[in-house]
């Protein structure tokens, strides 16, 4: 099966990156951007990375969002 032109191309961003370089008000803006409620954030700022849950990484990762914009 040729995945070429059938499957559109996930755009990926840096998650544990942006994570570990981000203060808690842009890894707020983050969350914000993939629709995560205010009082979640609230819990999520202060974990690492990986504690995160895996489908809200993933939604990290495939949103299309780019780090200039969380600034």
């Known amino acids: ?19 570990k ?9 983050l969350l914000r951007a993939v629709q995560v409620p205010d009082e979640q954030i609230k819990i999520l700022v202060n974990k690492s990375y990986q504690e995160l849950p895996a489908p809200l990484r993933f939604e990290i990762e495939t949103s299309g969002i780019r780090e200039e914009n969380l600034k």
């Open 1 to 19: 099966m040729k995945t070429g032109k059938y499957l559109p191309k996930i755009g990926t961003f840096d998650g544990a990156g942006f994570w």
């Open 21 to 29: 370089r981000a203060f808690a008000h842009q890894r707020g803006n």
